[in-house]
């Protein structure tokens, strides 16, 4: 299982002060030399946090993969499009969300899903669809040509006490066999943490984990070094 870093906050502190510290693009390459397999950037229509420069600047210096996560909206399209990064995953948004709150609906919109996907590949983009775990999500997933889903790990991650989250892990676990079973391949991602993050082995077939407040929480403490490394230690 593979780590992809998301390095969002480290723009949210530089966004509180509007100027250019601390810098994403240092961030993206620190996190890499310490074995992150990719970094994403959430670019948010509102742009609270990551800018369109960060995403053009991180295209031309990341080494690893860049994973753009992007609304289905056009103003944001037409940045991916130009910039071309070698993954995206397509999210919902809303403004006032503090954090992407549920999955993607793709059942309820799979046309527009559809037409955005097929533009995002045509420019050699690799297409996830950040879902909940659920067989309606998954099976529209299927049918909208997309290569991955990630799998919204939100309610796994804020369940409380053990037998929910059983109850939560379960629907994980049938959700990754029902992609694998239509050719989706499967990451997973949102709410992990250092307490939680090793479950993700009970979930068969996932590739990569994708993760962000929880390690750059830890890296105000620990350097951004370590934190990376000590959730790999984790995921390995
Ligand atoms: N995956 C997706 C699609 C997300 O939108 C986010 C949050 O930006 C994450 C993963 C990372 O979530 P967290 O910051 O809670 O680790």
Avoid: W
């Avoid at 609304?71 to 130009?82: G, K, T, W, Y």
């Amino acid at each position: 299982m593979k780590l992809g870093v998301n390095i969002d906050h480290v723009a949210t502190l530089r966004q509180a002060r509007g100027g250019a510290a601390p810098e994403p693009v240092y961030a993206a390459a620190i996190a890499e030399q310490a074995g992150a397999s990719g970094i994403t950037v959430h670019l948010r229509e509102d742009r609270r946090h990551i800018q369109d420069r960060d995403v053009r600047l991180l295209r031309e210096t990341v080494q690893t993969k860049l994973n753009l996560e992007m609304a289905v909206a056009p103003d944001v399209m037409e940045v991916a499009l130009q910039v071309r990064p070698q993954c995206c995953c397509l999210v919902p948004e809303r403004r006032q969300e503090v954090t992407t709150e549920g999955g993607l609906d793709v059942a309820g919109q799979l046309a527009q899903v559809r037409n955005c996907v097929v533009k995002m590949q045509s420019v050699g983009t690799v297409v996830s669809l950040f879902i909940a775990p659920e067989e309606e999500q998954i099976i529209a997933a299927a049918k909208s040509g997309a290569q991955f889903i990630e799998l919204h790990t939100g309610s796994f991650a804020n369940a409380k006490g053990e037998s929910e989250q059983n109850f939560e892990l379960d629907r994980l676990i049938i959700a990754a066999e029902k992609a694998h079973s239509l050719g989706l391949r499967v990451n997973a991602g949102h709410g992990l943490d250092y307490f939680n993050a090793h479950l993700m082995h009970h979930v068969p077939y996932l590739e990569e984990l994708n993760i962000g407040h929880s390690i750059i929480s830890r890296a105000v403490f620990t350097g951004l070094a370590q934190a990376v490394r000590e959730m790999l230690d984790i995921i390995k």
